[in-house]
């Protein structure tokens, strides 16, 4: 009996262990990300999933905010992300899922 449950642990332990192993994915590589005047557009080029951009945009008297762009896959197009008119993108970077 002893021996029947030492080989049930050891049957749920790699099954709990090949689960997480197998759920790694690989995300998004060689992205870049540049602010243009009212925007920031981001491009991955390797990897597999998706990219998107997201900048801040600075409003003049008033509270900054995020602005993001549409999800990409990898090595397609590029995405941008734009601010309101008249408002200044800075801090451009991406997301990555």
Do not use: I
């Amino acid at each position: 009996m002893k021996k029947r449950a030492f080989l049930l642990a050891v049957a749920a332990t790699a099954s709990v262990l090949v689960g997480v192993s197998g759920s790694a994915q690989a995300a998004p590589t060689g992205c870049s990300a540049t602010a243009v005047g009212y925007g920031s557009g981001a491009y991955c080029s390797g990897g597999t999933g998706e990219f998107r951009a997201k900048t801040r945009c600075d409003k003049p008297w008033a509270p900054d905010y995020d602005r993001y762009g549409a999800w990409m896959g990898v090595g397609t197009w590029s995405s941008f992300a734009k601010c309101d008119n008249g408002h200044v993108a800075f801090n451009a970077t991406w997301q990555t899922r």
